[in-house]
């Protein structure tokens, strides 16, 4: 079993819809967790941190259930820029430790 | 937010040839890197951690005599493809770690280097 698993993908949807990702982890020492972006031929780049409360910036929402090793990401009202692919990303507890990568979940915002 | 450099952004070299990547924390020094590699469709797999006067750690499956790291400075490290062959072609990325206290505990990533081996 991945130490990180997502959705599969792609996701197609119009402008405007609310499309959500979920992303499950193994390793119940994990202690952070993040969701990054990653553009075609680019580097990811970080969307936000995973808060044990859940965190909203903007129209981005992720929710941690660490019972269940389960994370989540909503994007409300998907604009054409948000085609990418939205990777899950978990750290154990101690610093420095390496970021462990899902597969990514590819979503296409069609016009 | 921090910035990490790497060079080159692209390469294409022959089979058989060392290609030399090098990645630079730029406004902090970090006694941490990582490379990664991606492959087409894939996600990014770590391939070793990379520690300021210390030897790298690799991963599984990662041959530390094919790919060498070197990181001699605390805002240098360099990853050497040696012998490269065809499928080496792949998406290398370093990420640097910025100190503890520097901010938060995350890492910042170049911008990759595409390696092409003919």
């Known amino acids: 079993r991945k130490e990180v698993e997502q959705d599969p993908g792609p996701f197609n949807v119009p402008e405007g819809a609310t499309v959500a990702f979920n992303c499950t982890y193994s390793?119940?020492?994990?202690?952070?967790f993040f969701w990054y972006r990653q553009d075609c031929r680019k580097e990811p780049k970080l969307l936000m941190s995973?808060?044990?409360s859940g965190n909203e910036d903007g129209r981005f929402t992720a929710q941690l259930n660490r019972a269940s090793q389960y994370i989540s990401l909503l994007i409300r009202d998907s604009k054409l820029s948000d085609s990418a692919t939205y990777l899950c990303?978990?750290?154990?507890?101690?610093?420095?430790?390496?970021?462990?990568f899902g597969p990514g979940t590819r979503l296409s915002v069609l016009p | 937010g921090a910035v990490v450099s790497q060079h080159p952004s692209w390469v294409i070299c022959k089979s058989g040839t060392s290609v030399k990547i090098e990645c630079r924390s730029l406004?902090?020094?970090?006694?941490?890197m990582f490379w990664y590699r991606q492959f087409p469709k894939q996600s990014l797999m770590l391939m070793a951690t990379?520690?300021?006067?210390?030897?790298?750690?690799?991963e599984q499956g990662v041959e530390k005599d094919k790919f060498l790291i070197n990181h001699a400075s605390l805002t240098l490290s360099t990853l050497t493809v040696t012998s490269a062959h065809p499928e080496d072609s792949s998406f290398y990325i370093c990420?640097?770690?910025?100190?503890?206290?520097?901010?938060?505990?995350?890492?910042?990533f170049g911008p990759g280097t595409r390696l092409t081996v003919l």
């Open positions: 390793n119940s020492a994990s202690q952070s």
């Open positions: 990303v978990v750290k154990g507890r101690n610093y420095g430790q390496n970021f462990v």
């Open positions: 990420s640097a770690l910025p100190p503890r206290g520097h901010g938060s505990d995350t890492q910042y």
């Open positions: 995973v808060y044990s």
């Open positions: 990379s520690n300021e006067g210390s030897k790298a750690t690799y």
């Open positions: 406004d902090f020094q970090a006694t941490t």
